[in-house]
């Protein structure tokens, strides 16, 4: 500013000295007038985000899962936001960036405090002259890797509950947590906040134990990656280990597992803690809640399925009769100890023994008896003709003449 005052004195006019330096005319005249009062100029101060209040919230949103970007801007309407979408997703773009870098971070967790699951697939089973898949069931303790297994032969809801609660007698205790790969069984989707909607069984079913279920979640593939190199683990060692000596049966396979978990899995320093498994169990199991004698959860099996029109239910590969007034009807098919029950509601309305082999049809006579054959008529009236050969009429020949006679009338 020192500039302006030596142009002053060299005679310029306010105007020239403008022209010359860029400075409004109103701002050299109040400097010439007061120059101890010089302005000073810099970058102007960016304005305030209109998202600017929200973020803390947002940012609360994200750490749950909830990423749409339209489900955040009606939430943030409601609480009278008035700044628009484009403002919300150019935020939250590099937020969705700055999670996918952090998901090469390894994911670690306290004593106790998390357990992973997930399914994964192991091969096949030949069993009566049939194909099935064949699963593997992991748990793995996050701090200890402490390991439990299971193969089975279908990934129902039943089967998952029953290996839970297999590795908490295993290990005596229950974790704070368990995570989940964002498998169905567990989980039926979003509402329209985005929030998880579990299983009701499964819900009730981690209270019962008390336990807090967790998703992995979007944008966060670190929080999963125990799981999956535990399953990887499953498949590279121990089924590589059982070449040239196969099981015959799913029994042996599992009996097989058991002796693999107990000998190898955790007995080994593993390589990421560089720590034996056994060691830091100690830690885990001590931070867990014990069992304590407690009884498994009171689940039934059930399925529910339709009644065919000819009174037999599907279950499993094969057909079990009804007593035929069931036909059309919603029922629950369960196995119950050595049996196959179908109820309808509370009323038990057949039980049989289970198929000897797929594709059976299992049927009871007195299920059958007195069905009424029904009126078959479709509401439309049909007419059915069967083509058959001219019939010719035989007539005498004075038939003839007298026509013939009569000039042909």
């Given at each position: 500013?020192?500039?302006?005052?030596?142009?002053k004195?060299?005679?310029?006019s306010?105007?020239?000295?403008?022209?010359?330096?860029?400075?409004?005319?109103?701002?050299?005249?109040?400097?010439?007038?007061?120059?101890?009062?010089?302005?000073?100029?810099g970058?102007?101060?960016?304005?305030?985000?209109?998202?600017?209040?929200?973020?803390?919230?947002?940012?609360?949103r994200?750490?749950?899962?909830?990423?749409?970007?339209?489900?955040?801007l009606?939430?943030?309407?409601?609480?009278?936001?008035s700044?628009?979408?484009?403002?919300?997703?150019?935020?939250?773009?590099?937020?969705?960036?700055?999670?996918?870098?952090?998901?090469?971070?390894?994911?670690?967790?306290?004593?106790?405090?998390?357990?992973?699951?997930?399914?994964?697939?192991?091969?096949?089973?030949?069993?009566?002259?049939?194909?099935?898949?064949?699963?593997?069931?992991?748990?793995?303790?996050?701090?200890?890797?402490?390991?439990?297994?299971?193969?089975?032969?279908?990934?129902?809801?039943?089967?998952?509950?029953?290996?839970?609660?297999?590795?908490?007698?295993?290990?005596?205790?229950v974790?704070?947590?368990?995570?989940?790969?964002?498998m169905?069984t567990v989980?039926?989707?979003?509402?329209?906040?985005?929030?998880?909607?579990?299983?009701?069984?499964?819900?009730?079913?981690?209270?019962?134990?008390?336990?807090?279920?967790?998703?992995?979640?979007?944008?966060?593939?670190?929080?999963k990656?125990?799981?999956?190199?535990?399953?990887?683990?499953l498949?590279?060692?121990?089924?590589?280990?059982?070449?040239?000596?196969?099981?015959?049966?799913?029994?042996d396979?599992?009996?097989?597992?058991?002796?693999?978990?107990?000998?190898?899995?955790?007995?080994?320093?593993?390589?990421t803690?560089?720590?034996?498994?056994?060691?830091r169990?100690?830690?885990?199991?001590?931070?867990?809640?014990?069992?304590?004698?407690?009884?498994?959860?009171?689940?039934?099996d059930?399925?529910q399925?339709?009644?065919?029109?000819?009174?037999?239910?599907?279950?499993?590969?094969?057909?079990?009769?009804?007593?035929?007034r069931?036909?059309?009807?919603?029922?629950?098919?369960?196995?119950?100890?050595?049996?196959?029950?179908?109820?309808?509601g509370?009323?038990?309305?057949?039980?049989?023994?289970?198929?000897?082999?797929?594709?059976?049809?299992?049927?009871?006579?007195?299920?059958h008896?007195?069905?009424?054959?029904?009126?078959?008529?479709?509401?439309?009236?049909?007419?059915?003709?069967?083509?058959?050969?001219?019939v010719?009429?035989?007539r005498s020949?004075?038939?003839?003449?007298?026509?013939?006679?009569?000039?042909?009338?």
């Amino acid at each position: 500013m020192e500039e302006i005052s030596e142009l002053k004195r060299e005679g310029l006019s306010i105007q020239a000295i403008s022209q010359l330096t860029g400075f409004d005319r109103k701002t050299i005249r109040k400097y010439l007038l007061k120059p101890e009062g010089r302005p000073v100029y810099g970058p102007r101060s960016a304005p305030v985000s209109k998202l600017e209040p929200f973020k803390p919230y947002l940012k609360e949103r994200l750490q749950v899962g909830v990423w749409n970007a339209q489900v955040l801007l009606r939430e943030l309407r409601q609480r009278n936001y008035s700044g628009g979408y484009t403002i919300l997703t150019d935020w939250l773009r590099p937020q969705r960036e700055s999670a996918r870098v952090v998901a090469v971070r390894r994911f670690e967790t306290p004593p106790g405090k998390q357990a992973q699951v997930d399914w994964g697939h192991l091969g096949s089973l030949l069993e009566s002259g049939e194909e099935r898949m064949l699963w593997g069931f992991t748990m793995t303790l996050g701090y200890s890797r402490m390991m439990m297994a299971e193969a089975a032969t279908d990934q129902k809801l039943g089967t998952l509950l029953r290996m839970h609660e297999a590795a908490f007698q295993q290990w005596g205790s229950v974790p704070e947590e368990i995570l989940y790969d964002r498998m169905k069984t567990v989980w039926t989707g979003t509402d329209e906040r985005g929030e998880i909607v579990w299983n009701a069984v499964f819900l009730d079913f981690t209270r019962y134990w008390g336990f807090t279920p967790r998703l992995c979640r979007p944008y966060r593939a670190q929080t999963k990656g125990k799981v999956e190199s535990g399953v990887k683990y499953l498949r590279r060692n121990f089924l590589c280990g059982l070449q040239g000596r196969e099981p015959s049966n799913l029994v042996d396979l599992n009996a097989e597992l058991r002796r693999w978990i107990s000998e190898v899995a955790n007995q080994r320093v593993h390589g990421t803690t560089r720590e034996q498994v056994l060691i830091r169990w100690d830690e885990d199991q001590f931070s867990m809640q014990p069992v304590n004698g407690r009884l498994p959860y009171p689940y039934a099996d059930d399925e529910q399925r339709k009644v065919a029109r000819d009174a037999y239910v599907s279950w499993q590969g094969s057909r079990y009769s009804v007593p035929w007034r069931y036909a059309g009807k919603e029922v629950w098919v369960r196995e119950q100890g050595r049996d196959v029950e179908v109820r309808c509601g509370a009323e038990l309305i057949a039980r049989h023994a289970p198929a000897v082999r797929r594709h059976q049809v299992v049927t009871r006579s007195e299920h059958h008896e007195g069905i009424p054959l029904g009126n078959k008529q479709t509401g439309k009236m049909l007419i059915h003709i069967q083509q058959s050969a001219p019939v010719v009429e035989r007539r005498s020949l004075d038939a003839y003449e007298s026509l013939a006679a009569g000039g042909g009338r």
